[in-house]
């Protein structure tokens, strides 16, 4: 069984940096695009940043571009979001998302709350 398993998430002051890691798990043969998703309380879950199989393609939402990076570790299965200049609107359960044999996989999520 495949899992997805996140980490990184936690309380920072407005301004400051994260890092979330997602590894994956199990037995599969092939991880295709990585992603972060994210879902405030009382809002829908939406998409942050995803990079493609070849490690290079990125794409981000107009609301973390140019404070966040994501990118992948292809050797070792993990994706990395690195967050930088952090604001209160970004606190939300962050949530890493793999296309893992043909078949979409889900984290549990990791906490990320900005506030002073």
């Known amino acids: 069984q495949v899992q997805l398993v996140e980490s990184g998430g936690d309380l920072v002051q407005p301004g400051g940096s994260l890092r979330l890691s997602c590894v994956a798990s199990g037995a599969f043969v092939s991880l295709g695009t990585m992603a972060w998703y994210r879902q405030a309380p009382g809002k829908q879950r939406e998409w942050v940043a995803s990079i493609r199989d070849n490690g290079i393609d990125t794409g981000y939402a107009t609301s973390v571009k140019g404070r966040f990076a994501i990118s992948r570790d292809r050797g070792k299965t993990t994706v990395y979001l690195q967050m930088n200049s952090l604001k209160p609107e970004d606190t939300a359960r962050y949530y890493c998302?793999?296309?893992?044999?043909?078949?979409?996989?889900w984290g549990q999520g990791t906490q990320v709350t900005v506030s002073s």
């Open positions: 998302y793999v296309y893992i044999d043909g078949r979409e996989t």
